[in-house]
């Protein structure tokens, strides 16, 4: 088992993860894009929340993804 976790696992492993959380970036930003449409079309409010939430929910996930992002890299570069 301790031999799973060499250094090309590592790497295979980190850049699967890279492209999950791009992936879940790109569907955080087809939901939030179908939700204005839906506001747009329906004035009916899509969620309890105030608009400004949508805004500082897109930010802390972008600030996030770039902390794990960066994390990635540093264990892609073997300085683990």
Do not use: C, D
Not at 30 to 59: C, D, K, N, W
Request: charge should be neutral.
């Amino acid at each position: 088992m301790i031999g799973f976790f060499n250094e090309h696992n590592l790497y295979v492993i980190a850049t699967v993860i890279q492209w999950v959380i791009v992936f879940l970036i790109f569907l955080f930003g087809l939901v939030t894009s179908y939700r204005g449409y839906l506001q747009l079309q329906h004035p009916i409010p899509v969620t309890s929340a105030p608009p400004e939430v949508a805004y500082f929910e897109m930010i802390g996930i972008t600030i996030l993804a770039v902390l794990v992002a960066l994390a990635l890299q540093y264990i892609k570069k073997g300085s683990l």
